[in-house]
């Protein structure tokens, strides 16, 4: 079982910065990629950004150049870099790390762009 912890949501006013951190426990052996989705009210729950064990990145469209990924493999960690904040980012975000092709969650946090 892999339990996640995540930090760093809050309140930004738009054009503003947040770092959003994500630590896996146990071991990082089999541990295929890690990421970032958020969900707004009212809408599904979108791939904001991922990155494997190779260190391959994606990002969805709306984020590209705004957001950076990064991850410490040796730390189990995941990191969300979110830059130039628009309301439209507003959203739980959530930690999934797969894991032996498992997808494991963590509990969300909340992330309001708002002035």
């Known amino acids: 079982q892999v339990q996640l912890v995540e930090s760093g949501g809050g309140l930004v006013q738009p054009g503003g910065s947040l770092k959003l951190s994500c630590a896996a426990s146990?071991?990082?052996?089999?541990?295929?990629?890690m990421g970032w989705y958020r969900q707004a009210p009212g809408k599904q729950r979108e791939l904001v950004a991922g990155?494997?064990?190779?260190?391959?990145?994606n990002y969805a469209d709306s984020v590209k150049g705004r957001f950076t990924i990064s991850g410490d493999y040796a730390k189990n960690t995941v990191y969300l870099q979110m830059n130039s904040l628009k309301p439209e980012d507003t959203a739980v975000y959530s930690c999934?790390?797969?894991?032996?092709?498992?997808?494991?969650w963590g509990q969300g946090t909340q992330v309001t762009v708002s002035s």
């Open positions: 999934n790390v797969r894991k032996w092709n498992r997808d494991y």
């Open positions: 146990g071991s990082n052996v089999g541990i295929n990629s």
């Open positions: 990155i494997t064990s190779g260190g391959s990145t």
